[in-house]
Antibody
Framework: QVQLVQSGAEVKKPGASVKVSCRTS????????FHWVRQAPGQGPEWMGI????????LYAQNFQGRVTVTRDTSTRTVYMELSSLTSEDTAVYYC???????????WGQGTLVIVSS | QTVVTQEPSLTVSPGGTVTLTCAST?????????PNWVQQKPGQAPRTLIY???NKHSWTPARFSGSLLGGKAALTLSGVQPEDEAEYYC???????????FGGGTKLTVL
């Protein structure tokens, strides 16, 4: 049973932004870290960023600094990842993942395909 | 930038044993790197099999085990089954500057 439900596929033009959501109905956001990972076609996963259990701290991979923002809404138990200034190289499947503090990756979302094309 | 390296591909016979490893250019991998092992089959989302070096999830088959071996994180499959054919990625915590990094993955073929 999928506990992390992500939003549907997106098609975006170069230069646009995309915002992907990840909702959990079972867990309290303040108990976990939430990560975002992407996987380009035929490639391995690439870690993008994280939001802390308190929600007041985020950290991003250097490759995405200035372009990615991770936020959350505790009232809807939803975590968001927004990526701006899209190029064709951002075409990928984007995953959220839930980590119990201490490096315990527990669960992954089903993935959201983002296609960037003119 | 730190690189995490894995064997690109391995082949094992059904019923056999195989060990996948995960090394970091920062030096020896220790438990402080909180090694996770993630399995991914074609068209599917990743699934974590091992966390914190050697801990298993409830869904992790008993034939999978994690350890530290010669300065690397290791994933050993004992009694390999055809359904274990997949891509396996390690995931390491490298500290505040570059928190989490995936290895390049090992494509495991069961033949």
């Amino acid at each position: 049973q999928v506990q992390l439900v992500q939003s549907g596929a997106e098609v975006k033009k170069p230069g646009a932004s995309v915002k992907v959501s990840c909702r959990t109905s079972e867990y309290t956001l303040s108990d976990y870290y939430f990560h975002w990972v992407r996987q380009a076609p035929g490639q391995g996963p690439e870690w993008m960023g994280i939001i802390s259990p308190s929600g007041d701290s985020t950290l991003y991979a250097q490759n995405f600094q200035g372009r990615v923002t991770v936020t959350r809404d505790t009232s809807t138990r939803t975590v968001y990842m927004e990526l701006s200034s899209l190029t064709s190289e951002d075409t990928a499947v984007y995953y959220c993942a839930r980590e119990k503090p201490g490096g315990h990756f527990q669960e992954w979302g089903q993935g959201t395909l983002v296609i960037v094309s003119s | 930038q730190t690189v995490v390296t894995q064997e690109p591909s391995l082949t094992v016979s059904p019923g056999g044993t195989v060990t996948l490893t995960c090394a970091s250019t920062t030096g020896a991998v220790t438990s402080n790197y909180y090694p996770n092992w993630v399995q991914q089959k074609p068209g599917q989302a990743p699934r974590t099999l091992i966390y914190g070096t050697s801990n298993k999830h409830s869904w992790t088959p008993a034939r999978f085990s994690g350890s530290l071996l010669g300065g690397k994180a290791a994933l050993t499959l004992s009694g390999v089954q055809p359904e274990d054919e997949a891509e396996y990625y390690c995931l390491l915590y490298l500290g505040a500057g570059q928190p989490w990094v995936f290895g390049g993955g090992t494509k495991l073929t069961v033949l």
